[in-house]
């Protein structure tokens, strides 16, 4: 069995396996939009690669990181920008 750690998305806390994107766990929370474009448009993950910055959220109080590209921690806090 995969070793867990503990997130908080949006102030709930979640248990992940261990090395999980945060856009995957955000996907296991059930979250759709993590944020909004400059019209007003939900956007979510797109490409999982990192190209279309489209999984941009908040980690830790830092802005705009591209959750795609960033693994899951023990502690880790996750603010959507939806």
Do not use: K, W, Y
């Amino acid at each position: 069995m995969a070793e867990l750690v503990r997130v908080t998305i949006d102030g709930e806390a979640l248990a992940v396996p261990a090395f999980t994107t945060v856009a995957a766990a955000i996907a296991m929370r059930g979250i759709g939009a993590t944020r909004r474009s400059v019209t007003g448009e939900p956007r979510a993950a797109l490409c999982g690669m990192g190209v279309c910055h489209e999984c941009r959220v908040s980690v830790d109080g830092r802005a705009h990181v591209l959750g795609c590209q960033t693994v899951c921690r023990d502690g880790l806090s996750i603010e959507t920008m939806r």
